[in-house]
């Protein structure tokens, strides 16, 4: 039986920021509800402000692979079923609470270092904006509105 959106939401909070706490889940949580919201450029071609669309859209989540760069990628979505606190999460994204210190980014990324990336390292269609616990998080430049 496949799993509802908001499962798989919660599922998603959980494989990429599981181990962050509470503002890291919120923070990666709201970043993927701007991806629904988004009025322009990918997200809002491929989304349709439709939350599994963004959530099941190929390459963008590791979490949501089963295989990262040839090698088994156990830790995905499937592979993590969800705790209280990550339905928790989902619901207060759904319901249109936002984590302020991550307003308007479409981005993240683990550098796995001291430091953040400038850009965001794919398409330097995204600008550092700030960072929270390990992850850091990247606004959109006007690049992006091309995509």
């Known amino acids: ?22 503002n890291g889940m919120q923070a990666v949580a709201t970043t993927i509800m701007n991806r629904v919201h988004v009025a322009y450029g990918e997200y809002l071609r491929t989304g349709q402000g439709d939350l599994r669309r963004i959530l099941e859209q190929p390459g963008q989540f590791t979490c949501h692979m089963t295989t990262v760069y040839g090698e088994a990628n156990l830790q ?14 989902a619901d207060w994204a759904l ?13 993240y990324m683990n550098p796995f270092s001291a430091s953040c990336p400038p850009y965001f390292p794919y398409n330097r269609s995204g600008v550092e904006f700030n960072r929270v616990m390990q992850h850091c998080f990247y606004q959109p430049t006007s690049l992006y509105a091309s995509t």
């Open 1 to 22: 039986m496949p799993m509802s959106t908001r499962e798989l939401f919660a599922r998603m909070i959980k494989c990429e920021a599981g181990g962050e706490g509470l």
């Open 95 to 107: 319901a249109g609470s936002i984590f302020s210190g991550v307003v308007d980014t479409l981005w």
């Open 76 to 89: 995905n979505v499937w592979n993590t079923p969800p705790d209280q606190i990550h339905y928790d999460v």
